[in-house]
């Protein structure tokens, strides 16, 4: 490439949403130029994120599965744990899908840039490459440059004991005691993955409950499992202070309800959130307004104060989810093609790949209460599932929110394995607006976790055969 050139539309990032972004608007026949400051495409989610974790989050459900084995009668000997094959696991699954981006970048004809890029006016950047700079003038640009990881005040930067989600999905190695700053997606998810590879796992989480914005009841089994699983769980504590050792080890002083606590870990993951990258972009040379927590501001068609300028993903705010990237980066990518498009999804599902799993969608429970929304609500306990007791998943459960005038469904939260799988069913019931005759006419197979969903209605409307309910005011 030329070292100024004038493209259509440029593309900063290219995680799910921006290569989404580009590869749209290439197929709607513009020419794109996708740019990353890291030469293997994919973004955060498939080099350093969903995809590495969801991989050892895989190996640790396994693991769980043959232990219950051993309850069943079918015994193996103990696991014998190679970091180095794991990581190669890891990581040929992690190239085979950035390589298959690059092919189908190749395929579309959009041209990629390894590089920073730097605005210099609302209709110029400049990239900076190994081999110099490129100026590229864009007639539209579309930011999708992401999150990283949120630091603690009162912990040294940059030591080697000090875990992001980035340096854990490394797997140096597996430390006998970690501590995990945050009882969020990422704490939870990493954590589990290291108790499973053998470290003796603590959690300090500042709020009074795990994963914040799920119901309570249906974090529960998740906590049941984890407080099994970890050395312990500090909930509305506080880490005041970590300190290195002259070992390397971690000195953590937690404030917790009771008392103030001295404890030593061999390595701290500090999972408390993402922050938006906006620092490198130079977004001062634009009139790209940013909201006070930093995010960029945009409309419902993904565009910024600037017209011809959208952003998309994490570095326009919460949730910070691949899918809603995804979902974004097209309808930026047709808009800025100058066809009709806006992001009106009626709902965005949010997933905790843990064992189990902790899927919810639409209004929950506690948003309802606090919101005052008037709402009804079907159950269904996995304890009465055939298809739940056979793979020990007794324990998971089902919960559907209604609209008690409409009926339609408003929300859906599910804690179990495969939860992920399950929710998208409530995410198309939610989208089409169906009501639970909807869902209650239509068959589901026998015997699956999908079931569930379908029970949970018919509790609500009390056509359930599977459990007895009494009905209410007596026969
Ligand atoms: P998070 O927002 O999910 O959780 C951070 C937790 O840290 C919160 O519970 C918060 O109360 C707690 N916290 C904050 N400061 C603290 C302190 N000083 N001491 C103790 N606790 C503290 O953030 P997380 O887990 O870092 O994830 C970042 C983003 O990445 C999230 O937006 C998440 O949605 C996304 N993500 C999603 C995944 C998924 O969909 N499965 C997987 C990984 C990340």
Request: aromatic content about 4%; hydrophobic content about 40%.
């Amino acid at each position: 490439m030329s070292k100024k050139e004038h493209v259509d539309i440029v593309v900063i990032g290219s995680g799910p949403g921006g290569y989404a972004a580009a590869f749209r608007a290439a197929d709607l026949g513009k020419k794109v130029l996708m740019v990353d400051r890291d030469a293997d495409l994919g973004g955060v989610c498939l080099n350093r994120g969903c995809i590495p974790s969801k991989a050892l989050l895989h190996i640790s459900k396994v693991m769980n599965e043959v232990d219950h084995l051993s309850n069943i009668g079918v015994s193996f000997s103990g696991p014998t744990i190679d970091l180095e094959s794991i990581r190669a696991y890891k990581e040929k699954i992690v190239s085979k899908l950035s390589g298959g981006i690059s092919q189908l970048a190749k395929a579309r004809n959009v041209t990629t840039l390894c590089g920073v890029a730097t605005f210099e006016s609302n209709t110029q950047l400049s990239v900076k490459t190994q081999s110099g700079d490129t100026k590229v003038s864009f007639d539209k640009c579309i930011i999708a440059a992401g999150s990283t990881s949120s630091m603690i005040q009162g912990a040294p930067k940059d030591h080697p004991s000090i875990l992001t989600s980035r340096t854990a999905l490394e797997l140096n190695d597996v430390p006998e005691t970690l501590l995990v700053i945050g009882g969020g997606v990422i704490g939870l998810e990493l954590g589990q993955v290291y108790a499973s590879l053998g470290s003796r796992v603590s959690v300090v989480e500042f709020l009074p409950g795990l994963i914040p914005g799920a119901d309570d009841d249906i974090i529960k089994p998740l906590q049941r499992h984890l407080s099994k699983q970890f050395e312990s769980i500090m909930l509305s504590s506080k880490v005041v202070s970590v300190s290195p050792k002259e070992n390397n080890d971690l000195e953590v002083i937690i404030d917790t309800k009771d008392e103030k606590k001295e404890m030593t870990f061999n390595k701290v993951l500090v999972s408390v959130g993402r922050s938006p990258n906006c620092a490198l972009l130079n977004l001062e040379s634009t009139d790209i307004k940013l909201d006070s927590d930093g995010f960029i501001i945009v409309d419902e068609y993904q565009k910024t104060s600037v017209k011809n300028i959208f952003a998309i993903g994490d570095i326009v705010g919460n949730p910070m989810l691949a899918h809603k990237a995804t979902h974004e980066g097209k309808v930026a990518a047709e808009v800025a093609s100058g066809h009709p498009a806006a992001m009106d999804a009626r709902a965005i599902p949010s997933v905790v790949y843990t064992d189990p799993e902790v899927a919810w969608v639409g209004l929950t429970e506690s948003e309802a209460k606090s919101g005052g929304v008037p709402y009804e609500k079907g159950e269904f306990p996995w304890a009465a599932s055939g298809k739940a007791l056979i793979i020990n998943a007794g324990q998971g459960k089902t919960k559907v929110l209604f609209d008690p005038e409409t009926k339609q469904v408003l929300g859906a939260a599910i804690v179990g394995p495969s939860a992920g799988d399950l929710i998208s069913e409530a995410c198309l019931a939610i989208e089409m607006g169906s009501d639970v005759d909807d869902i209650g006419l239509t068959i589901h197979p026998h015997p699956t976790l999908g079931e569930t969903f379908l029970a949970a209605s018919e509790v609500y409307s009390g056509t359930i055969t599977d459990l007895y309910i009494p009905p209410k005011g007596g026969k």
